[in-house]
């Protein structure tokens, strides 16, 4: 009886006892996976840095990342908010000169300006021509679309042309000629939204010989 009691609690211990030779888990397998996974994209980063570090043997790097010394001679990243340029910046947060400089990027007035600006206010004459149609069949959001969608650009385009006193006045007058044609659309009067539209289309003719 005894032997059989001692054989009974050997098997009971050795039930819980760590085997050896287990095999492990599909989540341990996944995690080992993920964990290879990185160590080898890691790897890849840090081989990859030193070749992008030394691009050019003997150069120092073009900009400045986070400190109050650099290159000066090429453009930062506003991260020294200038003081690691050769010359005065646009703003603190910003890579190029200022404006108006003779090295500057950007000169006001130049012939490309012109043209682009100039080409804003005759696709807004075409879109002008539309507004009796519209008007005329009572379609009024055209009428409030067509004042809208575009003008933004018109807008910019006529106050950077004004240049002479007359060509502020008008340009004045345009303004003026566009929102009543928009808020009497907005109010469905034929007669005046009419009259407004007209206006306006004639003024920016005017404007636009004025140049």
Do not use: H
């Not at 290159?71 to 108006?100: H, I, K, M, R």
């Not at 469905?188 to 010989?209: E, G, I, R």
């Amino acid at each position: 009886m005894k032997l059989v009691l001692v054989a009974t609690l050997a098997a009971s211990v050795s039930a819980f006892a760590p085997q050896n030779n287990a095999r492990p888990t599909v989540a341990v397998q996944a995690e080992n996976s993920r964990r290879d996974a990185l160590s080898t994209l890691v790897a890849a980063g840090v081989a990859i840095v030193p070749a992008i570090a030394n691009a050019a043997a003997g150069e120092s790097p073009r900009f400045s990342v986070f400190g109050l010394i650099g290159d000066g001679t090429s453009y930062s990243e506003g991260a020294a908010f200038g003081s690691d340029q050769s010359t005065p910046l646009y703003s603190p947060y910003s890579v190029y000169g200022e404006a108006g400089k003779e090295d500057s990027l950007y000169k006001q007035g130049n012939s490309d300006e012109i043209k682009r600006k100039k080409s804003y206010i005759v696709e807004s004459q075409k879109r002008l021509t539309k507004l009796p149609n519209y008007v005329s069949r009572k379609e009024w959001v055209n009428v409030k679309t067509e004042l809208t969608r575009y003008m933004y650009e018109t807008r910019g385009a006529v106050r950077g042309l004004a240049k002479t006193d007359e060509q502020k006045k008008i340009a004045k007058a345009f303004f003026q000629a566009i929102e009543e044609a928009s808020l009497q659309a907005t109010l469905k009067n034929q007669d005046k939204c009419a009259a407004a539209s007209a206006a306006s289309a004639k003024l920016l003719d005017q404007f636009y010989a004025s140049l």
